[in-house]
Protein backbone atom coordinates (compact mmCIF):
# COMPACT_ATOMS: atom_id res chain seq x y z
CA UNK A 1 0.00 0.00 0.00
CA UNK A 2 2.12 3.48 -1.08
CA UNK A 3 0.43 6.58 0.33
CA UNK A 4 -1.65 7.46 -2.98
CA UNK A 5 -3.87 4.26 -1.84
CA UNK A 6 -3.55 5.83 1.69
CA UNK A 7 -5.08 8.87 0.90
CA UNK A 8 -7.78 7.16 -0.98
CA UNK A 9 -8.50 5.20 1.95
CA UNK A 10 -8.29 8.13 3.86
CA UNK A 11 -10.52 10.07 1.42
CA UNK A 12 -13.26 7.08 1.42
CA UNK A 13 -13.93 6.62 5.03
CA UNK A 14 -14.39 10.84 5.39
CA UNK A 15 -17.13 10.51 2.46
CA UNK A 16 -18.89 7.57 3.89
CA UNK A 17 -19.73 9.71 7.04
CA UNK A 18 -19.88 13.01 5.03
CA UNK A 19 -21.04 12.05 1.48
CA UNK A 20 -21.94 15.75 0.67
CA UNK A 21 -18.03 16.33 0.97
CA UNK A 22 -16.25 17.18 -2.78
CA UNK A 23 -13.01 15.87 -1.95
CA UNK A 24 -11.30 17.12 -4.99
CA UNK A 25 -11.95 20.50 -2.84
CA UNK A 26 -10.28 20.03 0.60
CA UNK A 27 -7.11 21.24 1.05
CA UNK A 28 -4.63 18.58 2.21
CA UNK A 29 -3.15 20.20 4.65
CA UNK A 30 -5.29 22.54 6.23
CA UNK A 31 -7.57 21.65 9.20
CA UNK A 32 -9.93 18.68 8.19
CA UNK A 33 -12.24 19.50 10.94
CA UNK A 34 -12.77 23.18 10.12
CA UNK A 35 -13.07 22.48 6.16
CA UNK A 36 -15.86 19.37 6.76
CA UNK A 37 -18.64 19.43 9.55
CA UNK A 38 -18.24 16.77 11.62
CA UNK A 39 -19.60 16.59 15.03
CA UNK A 40 -18.25 14.20 17.78
CA UNK A 41 -20.39 11.17 16.68
CA UNK A 42 -19.38 12.12 12.80
CA UNK A 43 -15.64 12.21 13.98
CA UNK A 44 -15.71 9.16 15.76
CA UNK A 45 -17.05 7.08 12.79
CA UNK A 46 -14.45 8.55 10.63
CA UNK A 47 -11.60 7.33 13.08
CA UNK A 48 -13.30 3.53 13.17
CA UNK A 49 -13.55 3.81 9.41
CA UNK A 50 -9.70 4.30 9.60
CA UNK A 51 -9.36 1.94 11.96
CA UNK A 52 -11.49 -0.94 9.74
CA UNK A 53 -9.66 -0.01 6.70
CA UNK A 54 -6.36 0.40 7.51
CA UNK A 55 -6.77 -2.55 10.34
CA UNK A 56 -4.72 -0.17 12.95
CA UNK A 57 -5.58 0.78 16.56
CA UNK A 58 -6.08 4.77 17.11
CA UNK A 59 -6.07 5.63 20.42
CA UNK A 60 -8.08 8.28 21.48
CA UNK A 61 -4.82 10.00 23.14
CA UNK A 62 -3.75 10.62 19.21
CA UNK A 63 -6.68 11.99 17.72
CA UNK A 64 -4.79 16.00 18.01
CA UNK A 65 -2.03 14.28 15.52
CA UNK A 66 -4.97 13.33 13.18
CA UNK A 67 -6.01 17.18 12.34
CA UNK A 68 -5.16 17.37 8.67
CA UNK A 69 -5.66 14.80 5.83
CA UNK A 70 -1.63 14.95 5.04
CA UNK A 71 -0.76 14.61 9.07
CA UNK A 72 -3.51 11.44 8.83
CA UNK A 73 -1.90 10.18 5.75
CA UNK A 74 1.17 10.09 7.58
CA UNK A 75 -0.04 8.84 11.07
CA UNK A 76 -1.62 5.89 9.01
CA UNK A 77 1.51 5.33 7.11
CA UNK A 78 3.94 5.26 10.42
CA UNK A 79 1.43 2.41 11.85
CA UNK A 80 1.48 -0.06 8.39
CA UNK A 81 3.53 -2.91 8.55
CA UNK A 82 6.59 -1.76 6.26
CA UNK A 83 6.55 -2.86 2.51
CA UNK A 84 8.51 -5.93 0.79
CA UNK B 1 -61.04 -5.87 15.31
CA UNK B 2 -58.73 -2.45 16.12
CA UNK B 3 -58.02 0.88 13.99
CA UNK B 4 -54.34 1.19 13.25
CA UNK B 5 -54.11 5.03 12.29
CA UNK B 6 -51.63 7.81 11.00
CA UNK B 7 -49.46 8.13 13.75
CA UNK B 8 -48.44 12.33 14.65
CA UNK B 9 -45.15 11.96 14.24
CA UNK B 10 -44.05 15.17 16.27
CA UNK B 11 -46.29 18.07 17.03
CA UNK B 12 -45.95 19.42 13.88
CA UNK B 13 -47.10 16.81 12.05
CA UNK B 14 -50.46 17.35 9.78
CA UNK B 15 -50.46 14.59 6.99
CA UNK B 16 -48.43 11.30 6.50
CA UNK B 17 -47.78 8.91 3.18
CA UNK B 18 -47.52 5.19 3.27
CA UNK B 19 -45.10 4.84 0.84
CA UNK B 20 -44.61 0.87 1.91
CA UNK B 21 -45.68 -1.86 3.99
CA UNK B 22 -43.87 -4.39 5.17
CA UNK B 23 -46.37 -6.79 5.76
CA UNK B 24 -48.95 -8.23 3.59
CA UNK B 25 -52.81 -8.13 4.35
CA UNK B 26 -53.50 -11.29 6.63
CA UNK B 27 -50.31 -11.16 8.43
CA UNK B 28 -49.82 -11.65 11.73
CA UNK B 29 -48.56 -8.66 13.98
CA UNK B 30 -47.54 -7.70 17.52
CA UNK B 31 -46.63 -4.77 19.56
CA UNK B 32 -43.65 -3.34 17.93
CA UNK B 33 -43.44 -4.67 15.01
CA UNK B 34 -42.70 -1.91 12.05
CA UNK B 35 -45.45 -2.66 9.68
CA UNK B 36 -45.05 0.63 7.31
CA UNK B 37 -42.87 3.55 5.80
CA UNK B 38 -44.37 6.90 6.54
CA UNK B 39 -43.39 9.55 4.95
CA UNK B 40 -43.11 12.65 6.36
CA UNK B 41 -40.97 15.85 6.26
CA UNK B 42 -38.37 14.51 8.43
CA UNK B 43 -37.66 11.56 6.15
CA UNK B 44 -39.41 7.99 5.64
CA UNK B 45 -40.26 6.81 9.42
CA UNK B 46 -40.52 3.14 10.34
CA UNK B 47 -43.66 3.17 11.68
CA UNK B 48 -44.45 0.68 14.57
CA UNK B 49 -47.97 -1.09 15.28
CA UNK B 50 -49.11 -1.26 19.19
CA UNK B 51 -51.65 -3.58 18.76
CA UNK B 52 -51.56 -7.31 18.43
CA UNK B 53 -53.48 -9.68 15.86
CA UNK B 54 -54.02 -10.23 12.25
CA UNK B 55 -54.21 -6.85 9.86
CA UNK B 56 -55.62 -6.36 7.10
CA UNK B 57 -57.24 -3.35 4.82
CA UNK B 58 -54.10 -1.74 4.44
CA UNK B 59 -54.61 2.23 2.95
CA UNK B 60 -53.32 2.92 -0.27
CA UNK B 61 -49.58 3.54 -0.84
CA UNK B 62 -48.51 7.34 -2.10
CA UNK B 63 -51.66 9.39 -0.71
CA UNK B 64 -51.23 12.50 2.00
CA UNK B 65 -53.07 11.14 4.84
CA UNK B 66 -53.97 13.17 7.98
CA UNK B 67 -52.83 12.19 11.24
CA UNK B 68 -55.57 9.84 12.46
CA UNK B 69 -56.64 8.27 9.81
CA UNK B 70 -57.34 4.65 9.37
CA UNK B 71 -54.03 2.99 7.47
CA UNK B 72 -55.32 -0.78 8.61
CA UNK B 73 -57.84 -2.89 10.70
CA UNK B 74 -56.68 -5.26 13.15
CA UNK B 75 -58.43 -8.19 14.26
CA UNK B 76 -57.83 -9.85 17.72
CA UNK B 77 -56.04 -13.41 17.22
CA UNK B 78 -59.28 -15.42 18.11
CA UNK B 79 -61.81 -13.14 16.69
CA UNK B 80 -63.50 -14.54 13.43
CA UNK B 81 -63.29 -12.81 10.42
CA UNK B 82 -66.37 -10.81 9.54
CA UNK B 83 -66.75 -12.29 6.56
CA UNK B 84 -69.48 -9.45 5.41
CA UNK B 85 -67.96 -6.51 6.89
CA UNK B 86 -67.10 -4.15 4.56
CA UNK B 87 -64.12 -2.88 4.34
CA UNK B 88 -63.41 0.89 5.34
CA UNK B 89 -63.51 3.79 3.04
CA UNK B 90 -60.51 4.68 1.98
CA UNK B 91 -58.90 1.15 2.35
CA UNK B 92 -61.88 -0.25 -0.72
CA UNK B 93 -60.64 1.10 -3.66
CA UNK B 94 -57.27 0.78 -2.77
CA UNK B 95 -57.17 -3.25 -2.07
CA UNK B 96 -56.27 -4.16 -5.55
CA UNK B 97 -53.33 -1.68 -6.50
CA UNK B 98 -52.40 -2.04 -3.12
CA UNK B 99 -51.99 -5.90 -2.52
CA UNK B 100 -50.08 -5.73 -6.21
CA UNK B 101 -47.67 -3.42 -4.97
CA UNK B 102 -47.14 -5.12 -1.73
CA UNK B 103 -45.95 -8.56 -3.51
CA UNK B 104 -42.11 -8.20 -3.42
CA UNK B 105 -42.68 -7.26 0.62
CA UNK B 106 -44.65 -10.64 1.48
CA UNK B 107 -41.80 -12.55 -0.41
CA UNK B 108 -39.49 -11.04 1.87
CA UNK B 109 -41.54 -10.30 5.41
CA UNK B 110 -39.23 -8.62 7.84
CA UNK B 111 -37.88 -10.64 10.37
CA UNK B 112 -39.72 -10.34 13.70
CA UNK B 113 -38.33 -8.93 16.59
CA UNK B 114 -37.20 -11.98 18.72
CA UNK B 115 -39.71 -13.11 21.39
CA UNK B 116 -37.11 -12.74 23.84
CA UNK B 117 -33.71 -12.24 22.83
CA UNK B 118 -30.57 -12.56 25.38
CA UNK B 119 -30.57 -9.55 27.64
CA UNK B 120 -34.20 -8.85 26.55
CA UNK B 121 -36.13 -6.30 28.84
CA UNK B 122 -39.00 -4.11 28.32
CA UNK B 123 -37.05 -1.67 26.09
CA UNK B 124 -34.91 -4.67 24.75
CA UNK B 125 -37.88 -6.24 23.09
CA UNK B 126 -38.78 -3.47 21.00
CA UNK B 127 -36.06 -4.09 18.70
CA UNK B 128 -32.61 -6.18 18.32
CA UNK B 129 -30.07 -3.38 18.70
CA UNK B 130 -26.82 -3.78 16.44
CA UNK B 131 -24.28 -1.26 16.08
CA UNK B 132 -24.03 0.40 12.53
CA UNK B 133 -20.92 -1.01 12.14
CA UNK B 134 -22.30 -4.38 12.30
CA UNK B 135 -25.27 -3.34 10.05
CA UNK B 136 -22.83 -2.27 7.17
CA UNK B 137 -20.73 -4.96 7.79
CA UNK B 138 -24.00 -7.32 7.74
CA UNK B 139 -25.01 -5.39 4.13
CA UNK B 140 -21.41 -5.92 2.98
CA UNK B 141 -21.65 -9.73 3.61
CA UNK B 142 -25.29 -10.05 2.66
CA UNK B 143 -25.84 -11.11 6.42
CA UNK B 144 -29.59 -10.67 8.18
CA UNK B 145 -28.41 -8.59 10.71
CA UNK B 146 -32.04 -9.23 12.76
CA UNK B 147 -31.17 -12.93 12.81
CA UNK B 148 -28.14 -12.54 14.44
CA UNK B 149 -27.68 -13.39 18.11
CA UNK B 150 -25.90 -10.73 19.55
CA UNK B 151 -23.70 -10.81 22.35
CA UNK B 152 -22.88 -7.20 22.94
CA UNK B 153 -23.68 -5.28 25.47
CA UNK B 154 -27.58 -5.54 26.29
CA UNK B 155 -27.63 -7.99 23.46
CA UNK B 156 -26.65 -5.87 21.11
CA UNK B 157 -25.26 -7.10 17.68
CA UNK B 158 -21.73 -6.27 17.19
CA UNK B 159 -19.17 -6.41 14.62
CA UNK B 160 -18.26 -9.67 15.65
CA UNK B 161 -21.57 -11.35 15.51
CA UNK B 162 -22.15 -10.59 12.50
CA UNK B 163 -18.97 -11.69 11.23
CA UNK B 164 -19.25 -14.69 13.07
CA UNK B 165 -22.41 -15.21 11.33
CA UNK B 166 -21.47 -14.79 7.75
CA UNK B 167 -18.46 -17.20 8.17
CA UNK B 168 -20.89 -20.17 9.85
CA UNK B 169 -23.52 -19.44 6.92
CA UNK B 170 -24.34 -22.44 4.96
CA UNK B 171 -22.71 -22.32 1.71
CA UNK B 172 -24.66 -21.03 -0.82
CA UNK B 173 -25.09 -16.81 0.21
CA UNK B 174 -28.54 -15.03 0.72
CA UNK B 175 -29.25 -12.91 -2.38
CA UNK B 176 -28.34 -9.64 -1.24
CA UNK B 177 -31.48 -8.02 -0.06
CA UNK B 178 -33.21 -6.07 -2.74
CA UNK B 179 -33.24 -2.07 -2.09
CA UNK B 180 -36.64 -2.71 -0.40
CA UNK B 181 -36.73 0.90 0.77
CA UNK B 182 -37.63 3.55 -1.17
CA UNK B 183 -36.05 6.69 -1.31
CA UNK B 184 -35.72 8.82 1.36
CA UNK B 185 -33.73 12.12 -0.07
CA UNK B 186 -34.50 15.31 2.60
CA UNK B 187 -36.28 17.87 1.38
CA UNK B 188 -35.14 20.60 3.87
CA UNK B 189 -38.31 22.71 2.52
CA UNK B 190 -40.69 21.20 4.80
CA UNK B 191 -38.32 20.41 7.49
CA UNK B 192 -37.62 24.43 7.57
CA UNK B 193 -41.54 25.21 7.86
CA UNK B 194 -42.35 21.99 10.44
CA UNK B 195 -39.55 23.35 12.55
CA UNK B 196 -40.79 26.96 12.30
CA UNK B 197 -44.33 25.52 13.11
CA UNK B 198 -43.54 23.73 16.22
CA UNK B 199 -40.73 26.50 17.60
CA UNK B 200 -43.74 29.47 16.98
CA UNK B 201 -46.43 27.31 19.14
CA UNK B 202 -43.85 26.62 22.01
CA UNK B 203 -43.24 30.37 21.55
CA UNK B 204 -46.65 31.33 21.65
CA UNK B 205 -48.24 28.36 24.33
CA UNK B 206 -45.22 27.77 26.69
CA UNK B 207 -44.15 30.48 29.32
CA UNK B 208 -39.97 29.48 28.94
CA UNK B 209 -37.84 30.51 31.70
CA UNK B 210 -34.03 29.61 31.50
CA UNK B 211 -31.45 28.63 33.72
CA UNK B 212 -27.55 28.07 33.63
CA UNK B 213 -24.74 26.68 35.65
CA UNK B 214 -21.13 26.11 34.74
CA UNK B 215 -20.27 22.46 35.99
CA UNK B 216 -16.43 21.52 35.88
CA UNK B 217 -16.25 18.45 33.77
CA UNK B 218 -12.54 17.35 35.25
CA UNK B 219 -14.15 14.10 36.95
CA UNK B 220 -16.44 13.21 34.46
CA UNK B 221 -13.67 13.49 31.34
CA UNK B 222 -10.80 11.51 33.35
CA UNK B 223 -12.94 8.87 33.76
CA UNK B 224 -14.03 9.15 30.06
CA UNK B 225 -10.30 9.03 29.33
CA UNK B 226 -9.91 6.35 31.38
CA UNK B 227 -12.42 4.56 29.92
CA UNK B 228 -11.66 5.01 26.22
CA UNK B 229 -7.74 4.25 26.98
CA UNK B 230 -8.95 0.71 27.46
CA UNK B 231 -11.50 0.40 24.70
CA UNK B 232 -11.51 -0.43 21.61
CA UNK B 233 -12.54 2.63 19.08
CA UNK B 234 -15.64 0.80 18.26
CA UNK B 235 -16.50 1.01 22.44
CA UNK B 236 -15.66 4.55 22.76
CA UNK B 237 -18.28 6.43 24.21
CA UNK B 238 -18.52 10.68 23.52
CA UNK B 239 -18.89 13.21 26.50
CA UNK B 240 -22.77 13.24 25.79
CA UNK B 241 -23.88 10.02 26.42
CA UNK B 242 -22.27 11.09 30.14
CA UNK B 243 -24.64 14.19 29.72
CA UNK B 244 -27.58 12.68 28.65
CA UNK B 245 -27.51 9.79 31.36
CA UNK B 246 -26.74 12.38 34.03
CA UNK B 247 -30.28 14.15 32.86
CA UNK B 248 -31.91 11.51 32.92
CA UNK B 249 -30.58 10.49 36.74
CA UNK B 250 -31.14 14.07 37.45
CA UNK B 251 -34.78 14.15 36.51
CA UNK B 252 -35.60 11.57 39.47
CA UNK B 253 -35.46 14.19 41.90
CA UNK B 254 -37.98 16.62 39.87
CA UNK B 255 -39.90 14.73 37.74
CA UNK B 256 -42.45 18.29 37.01
CA UNK B 257 -39.69 18.81 34.29
CA UNK B 258 -40.33 15.48 31.86
CA UNK B 259 -43.63 14.48 30.63
CA UNK B 260 -46.00 16.11 28.44
CA UNK B 261 -48.07 19.24 29.18
CA UNK B 262 -51.30 17.74 27.03
CA UNK B 263 -55.11 19.73 27.08
CA UNK B 264 -54.20 21.69 29.59
CA UNK B 265 -52.81 19.07 32.00
CA UNK B 266 -49.17 17.84 32.53
CA UNK B 267 -49.22 14.45 32.64
CA UNK B 268 -45.48 13.51 34.21
CA UNK B 269 -43.55 10.42 32.96
CA UNK B 270 -41.99 7.95 35.20
CA UNK B 271 -39.63 6.64 32.32
CA UNK B 272 -37.40 9.50 30.62
CA UNK B 273 -37.04 9.15 26.79
CA UNK B 274 -34.99 11.84 26.15
CA UNK B 275 -34.85 13.28 22.96
CA UNK B 276 -31.52 13.61 21.51
CA UNK B 277 -31.28 17.02 18.77
CA UNK B 278 -29.41 15.90 16.11
CA UNK B 279 -28.40 18.40 12.94
CA UNK B 280 -29.34 17.10 9.41
CA UNK B 281 -26.75 17.54 7.03
CA UNK B 282 -27.61 20.21 4.87
CA UNK B 283 -29.90 22.08 7.37
CA UNK B 284 -32.60 21.01 9.52
CA UNK B 285 -32.98 19.39 12.88
CA UNK B 286 -35.07 16.53 14.26
CA UNK B 287 -34.72 14.63 18.17
CA UNK B 288 -35.92 11.32 18.60
CA UNK B 289 -35.76 9.54 21.59
CA UNK B 290 -33.17 7.33 23.46
CA UNK B 291 -35.69 5.19 25.12
CA UNK B 292 -35.73 4.15 29.03
CA UNK B 293 -31.87 6.14 29.34
CA UNK B 294 -32.26 5.85 33.05
CA UNK B 295 -32.15 2.39 32.87
CA UNK B 296 -29.39 1.90 30.59
CA UNK B 297 -25.59 1.19 30.98
CA UNK B 298 -23.50 4.05 29.38
CA UNK B 299 -22.27 1.55 26.53
CA UNK B 300 -25.79 0.76 25.34
CA UNK B 301 -26.42 4.35 25.32
CA UNK B 302 -23.72 4.77 23.22
CA UNK B 303 -24.90 2.27 20.93
CA UNK B 304 -28.38 3.50 20.83
CA UNK B 305 -27.00 6.76 20.33
CA UNK B 306 -24.87 6.04 17.19
CA UNK B 307 -27.45 4.25 15.92
CA UNK B 308 -30.09 7.07 16.36
CA UNK B 309 -27.83 9.25 14.53
CA UNK B 310 -27.10 7.33 11.52
CA UNK B 311 -30.16 6.07 11.29
CA UNK B 312 -31.96 9.96 11.66
CA UNK B 313 -29.41 11.17 8.99
CA UNK B 314 -30.52 8.60 6.57
CA UNK B 315 -33.98 9.13 7.30
CA UNK B 316 -35.37 5.43 8.90
CA UNK B 317 -36.37 6.68 12.30
CA UNK B 318 -39.32 4.84 13.95
CA UNK B 319 -42.22 5.80 14.72
CA UNK B 320 -42.03 5.57 18.68
CA UNK B 321 -38.68 7.44 18.55
CA UNK B 322 -40.95 10.28 17.35
CA UNK B 323 -43.69 10.32 19.29
CA UNK B 324 -42.00 9.19 22.66
CA UNK B 325 -39.69 11.70 24.22
CA UNK B 326 -40.41 13.32 27.54
CA UNK B 327 -37.78 16.01 27.60
CA UNK B 328 -34.70 17.13 24.71
CA UNK B 329 -31.50 17.51 25.16
CA UNK B 330 -29.63 19.15 23.28
CA UNK B 331 -25.53 19.11 23.29
CA UNK B 332 -23.79 21.46 20.79
CA UNK B 333 -20.41 19.59 21.01
CA UNK B 334 -17.02 20.02 20.57
CA UNK B 335 -17.29 22.26 17.73
CA UNK B 336 -20.19 24.19 18.96
CA UNK B 337 -20.80 27.60 20.92
CA UNK B 338 -20.48 27.93 24.64
CA UNK B 339 -24.36 27.79 26.03
CA UNK B 340 -27.80 27.43 24.48
CA UNK B 341 -30.81 28.85 25.37
CA UNK B 342 -33.03 26.73 23.96
CA UNK B 343 -36.43 26.39 22.81
CA UNK B 344 -38.91 23.76 24.16
CA UNK B 345 -40.26 21.43 21.72
CA UNK B 346 -44.43 20.81 22.93
CA UNK B 347 -46.22 19.06 24.45
CA UNK B 348 -42.50 18.31 26.60
CA UNK B 349 -42.10 20.85 28.92
CA UNK B 350 -38.29 21.20 29.34
CA UNK B 351 -35.15 20.97 27.43
CA UNK B 352 -31.44 20.87 28.37
CA UNK B 353 -28.94 22.16 26.63
CA UNK B 354 -25.36 21.65 26.63
CA UNK B 355 -22.28 23.62 25.37
CA UNK B 356 -18.95 22.46 24.38
CA UNK B 357 -16.35 21.58 26.48
CA UNK B 358 -14.66 25.03 27.43
CA UNK B 359 -11.38 24.52 29.35
CA UNK B 360 -11.76 27.78 31.88
CA UNK B 361 -10.09 29.36 35.10
CA UNK B 362 -11.60 28.12 37.92
CA UNK B 363 -11.60 28.55 41.95
CA UNK B 364 -11.71 25.80 43.69
CA UNK B 365 -10.33 25.63 47.07
CA UNK B 366 -9.15 29.32 47.26
CA UNK B 367 -7.04 28.58 44.41
CA UNK B 368 -7.26 28.95 40.74
CA UNK B 369 -6.35 26.07 38.39
CA UNK B 370 -7.31 25.23 34.80
CA UNK B 371 -10.68 23.10 34.67
CA UNK B 372 -12.84 22.02 32.10
CA UNK B 373 -16.10 23.01 31.64
CA UNK B 374 -19.28 22.93 30.72
CA UNK B 375 -22.44 25.27 30.56
CA UNK B 376 -25.52 23.20 31.37
CA UNK B 377 -29.05 25.58 30.44
CA UNK B 378 -32.70 24.69 31.29
CA UNK B 379 -35.32 25.83 29.54
CA UNK B 380 -38.42 25.21 31.24
CA UNK B 381 -42.37 25.62 30.94
CA UNK B 382 -43.64 28.15 33.97
CA UNK B 383 -47.11 26.42 33.77
CA UNK B 384 -45.85 23.31 35.63
CA UNK B 385 -42.51 24.38 37.62
CA UNK B 386 -40.64 27.20 38.56
CA UNK B 387 -37.05 28.77 38.64
CA UNK B 388 -36.25 27.12 41.95
CA UNK B 389 -37.15 23.64 40.81
CA UNK B 390 -35.16 24.56 37.55
CA UNK B 391 -32.16 25.32 39.69
CA UNK B 392 -32.68 21.87 41.75
CA UNK B 393 -32.17 20.17 38.81
CA UNK B 394 -29.33 21.98 37.47
CA UNK B 395 -27.50 21.37 40.76
CA UNK B 396 -28.11 17.92 41.12
CA UNK B 397 -27.22 17.47 37.35
CA UNK B 398 -23.86 18.94 38.20
CA UNK B 399 -23.27 16.78 41.28
CA UNK B 400 -24.13 13.45 39.03
CA UNK B 401 -21.51 14.44 36.64
CA UNK B 402 -18.79 14.70 39.39
CA UNK B 403 -19.51 10.97 40.16
CA UNK B 404 -19.06 10.18 36.51
CA UNK B 405 -18.36 5.97 37.41
CA UNK B 406 -22.05 6.09 38.97
CA UNK B 407 -23.87 7.01 36.24
Known sequence: MDESDIRRGVIAALTEVAPEVDAGALSPAQSLRRQVDLDSMDWLNVIVGWHRRFGIDIPEADYAQL?????VVRYIAARLPAPR | MADFLMPALGADMVTGKVVQWLVAPGARVARGDVVAVVETHKGAIDVEIFLDGVIEDLA?????????????QVRGADEARAASAPPPGAAAAATAPAAAVRAPAAAQPPAPPPASG????????????????ARRR??????????????????????????????????PAL?????ARPA???????????????????KREIPHYHLAETVPMRAALDWLREHNAAAPV????????????????????VPELNG??????????????????????????????????????LPRLMAELADLVQRARSGRLRSSELTDPTITVTNLGDQGCEAVFGVIYPPQVALVGFGRIVERAWVQGGGVGVVPTVVASLAADHRVSDGHRGGIFLGELAARLQQPELL
Do not use: N
Open chain 2, 60 to 72: PLGVDLPVGAVLA
Open chain 2, 234 to 253: TARLLPAVLLIKAVAVALRG
Open chain 2, 260 to 297: LFVDGVFRPSTAVHTGVAISMRGGGLVAPALHDVQDKP
Open chain 2, 175 to 179: PPAPE
Open chain 2, 138 to 171: AKELGVDVTAVRGTGVGGAVSLADVERAATSRPA
Open chain 2, 184 to 202: CALDPGPMRLAIAAAMARS
Open chain 2, 118 to 133: PGASDSASRTPISTPA
Open chain 1, 67 to 71: SSIDA
